[in-house]
């Protein structure tokens, strides 16, 4: 039986077709980062606590360092670069600016994605809300208050994402992505 | 030498075969937000990752009559999102509002959540309280069921054989029942319990049916069935909550660790469990 120590992986990334070899025990992040040099994409931590590595993956938002290389062969993977052509991610991202949530930056890519799941789910979060909505990511500078303002300030303009945001709110797991595109529920469905 | 293969199966019949064949040696993996940290830590080697992501059959919410069905794939934000799950399971609905992170239960799955056997493990509780039955499926054992009480044997410790998958599981609804989940972390949200504890009761002026259940306040989840047996027409107030918890105490075997000393646990198990009572009643 085929089970492999290293095998050839093909991840759609940002849109792109990507091919690489990737270890088996490799992380989706390690792949991102080392072979696809795909480097928005940060490890702070390497085993799930702090979110640097958030990536939209298949449909949806998860830690990159929990998701085996391997597990995403033959699927579409977003990293921030890749939705940086999205209404809503451009809005979050004056909106950091604007509001200084930025400071050594290194937690921003990881927070902004954070963000963009929760506002595509809950386009009108409470402040605690919000504090849920980013509890996986960790900040050493900026003490949180600021990256709460900033995205309760996109939060009040919700007309561009309740579309999107609808369709979120019971992703059907049986879908396929052709399906899921459909509904909005990739947002950026390739083709 | 640390050699770690991969293997994704297309569909059950081929999982369980390639299980079979690796006999020992074979190590599933779904959501891996365990797996993954455990090979980093050097805790998962030596061993032919089995994904089973691709069974697609074994993911899903279903509903036959009163009874609620849950693929062992169901990922955690599913259920969180679910009317099923809220409706008819609102006890382990709450906790899973409070698994993790948003990012972590987009991954998690709950027949993951089980076999990992944390003492704390958030859904453990909650199904607990719902009576739940699992199905594991093997090629040498076929198809069984596990009540989950007889499940976990100690921290990371369950009666599965190791080439035996839990395929699903299921419960009765608890639609007429009222129930809490409450869950002490270190810090207020994303983090393993320090303890837990849920219950979920049936009558308003007197109990009619009470299951209580706490988690990282023994080796194992556990339901106190004493605790549950005095509740059982009582009449829902301070005093009898105060009597409840001394009871509780008894049947906890609480430990110090690194979140908690077992003083501190013992003092947690008590507020918890009038926390639990009161938010179950409110
Ligand atoms: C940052 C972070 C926060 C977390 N917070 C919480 C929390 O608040 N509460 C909580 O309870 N847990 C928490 N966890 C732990 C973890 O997310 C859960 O235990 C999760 O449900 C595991 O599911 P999984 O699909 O990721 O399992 P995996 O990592 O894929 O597997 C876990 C274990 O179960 C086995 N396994 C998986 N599926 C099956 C199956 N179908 N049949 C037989 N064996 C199987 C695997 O071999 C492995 O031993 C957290 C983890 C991280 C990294
Ligand atoms: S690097 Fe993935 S959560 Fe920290
Ligand atoms: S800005 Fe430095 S970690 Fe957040």
Not at chain 2, 52 to 80: K, W
Request: glycine letters at 8%; aromatic letters at 6%; charged letters at 20%.
């Amino acid at each position: 039986m085929d089970q492999l120590t290293e095998s050839m992986i093909t991840i759609f990334l940002n849109d792109q077709p990507f091919q690489a070899v990737a270890g088996a025990s490799e992380s989706l992040l390690d792949f991102l980062r080392h072979r696809a040099l795909a480097t928005e994409v940060k490890c702070g931590c390497g085993r799930g606590d702090c979110g640097t590595c958030a990536v939209l993956f298949d449909g949806r938002m998860v830690k990159s360092c929990l998701v085996l290389a391997a597990q995403a062969n033959g699927k579409r993977v977003y990293t921030i670069r890749g939705l940086g052509r999205d209404a809503l991610m451009a809005n979050l991202q004056d909106s950091f600016i604007q509001h200084g949530a930025i400071q050594c930056g290194f937690c921003t890519p990881g927070m902004l994605m954070a963000a963009y799941n929760l506002l595509r789910i809950k386009p009108t979060p409470t402040r605690s809300e919000i504090r849920q909505g980013i509890a996986g990511n960790l900040c050493r500078c900026t003490g949180y208050q600021k990256i709460i303002d900033a995205i309760a300030a996109v939060a009040g303009k919700t007309a561009f994402v309740s579309e999107a945001a609808d369709s979120l709110d019971s992703p059907n797991p049986t879908a396929t992505d052709q399906e899921k595109a459909k509904a909005g529920y990739l947002l950026l469905g390739g083709g | 030498m640390n050699a770690i293969s991969y293997y994704r199966p297309r569909n059950l019949v081929e999982a369980l075969k390639v299980i079979h064949d690796y006999a020992g040696r074979a190590k599933v993996i779904a959501g891996g937000t365990n797996v993954l940290p455990d090979i980093q830590a050097g805790k998962v080697k030596d061993c032919v990752l089995v994904d089973v992501t691709g069974l697609d059959e074994l993911s899903g919410i279903r509903m036959e009559g009163d009874m609620v069905f849950l693929g062992s794939l169901t990922l955690i934000s599913d259920l969180a999102a679910s009317r099923t799950i809220r409706e008819q399971a609102n006890v382990l609905w709450q906790a899973c509002q409070v698994f993790g992170d948003p990012l972590v239960r987009n991954r998690a799955t709950i027949g993951g959540n089980l076999a990992y056997a944390s003492p704390a493990a958030d859904t453990a509780v909650p199904l607990l309280l719902l009576e739940t039955t699992l199905i594991a499926e093997s090629l040498a054992k076929g198809r069984r069921e596990i009540p989950l009480t007889q499940f976990f044997r100690g921290p990371g410790e369950t009666v599965l054989a190791p080439e035996e998958l839990v395929t699903s599981l299921f419960f009765h609804s608890t639609s007429s029942y009222q129930g809490a989940y409450i869950k002490f972390g270190l810090r207020q949200a994303m983090v393993i319990s320090v303890a837990n504890c849920g219950v979920l009761l049936k009558g308003t002026d007197t109990f009619q049916a009470a299951r209580v259940g706490f988690g990282a306040l023994a080796p194992v989840p556990l339901r106190a069935t004493q605790t549950e047996a005095f509740l059982c027409g009582q009449v829902p107030d301070e005093s009898v909550f105060a009597k409840a918890a001394a009871i509780a105490q008894s049947e906890l075997h609480p430990i110090s660790d690194l979140r908690g000393s077992r003083e501190y646990r013992v003092m947690l198990a008590d507020a918890l469990f009038k926390q639990a009572m009161r938010k179950a009643l409110a």
